[in-house]
């Protein structure tokens, strides 16, 4: 599914979280998408909630901004560790990330 057929389709509600068990650090997320993720002092990526706030907890999630959904599957895409994973809030499918269908 292309990021065009997501948005086109109703703009599904996404959400996206990264497994930091296989981040390497890079802080390609960062450059791609700043509003969604954050390293920090560990030197892994993480995502941030809607208020900006470091969401630490392990396979915690965030919705994805539809004018910023682009810019994180990019992420996902150019994701070293291949960790960052989006998926369909409705039905927790993923669509885009390792595990992508």
Known sequence: MTVQELAGAGGEALE???DQ???TGDGI???YAPEV???DIDGLAYVKSP???LLQA???TTPV???LLTDVVDSAKECPGDCI????????VEVFGPDAE
């Open 21 to 23: 068990d296989l981040c």
């Open 58 to 60: 392990p396979g915690a």
């Open 85 to 92: 994973h989006v998926r369909r809030v409705s039905d927790r």
């Open 16 to 18: 996206v979280w990264i």
């Open 51 to 53: 208020g900006d706030e």
């Open 65 to 67: 901004p539809l004018p």
């Open 37 to 39: 993720f954050e390293l």
């Open 29 to 31: 997320c960062v450059q």
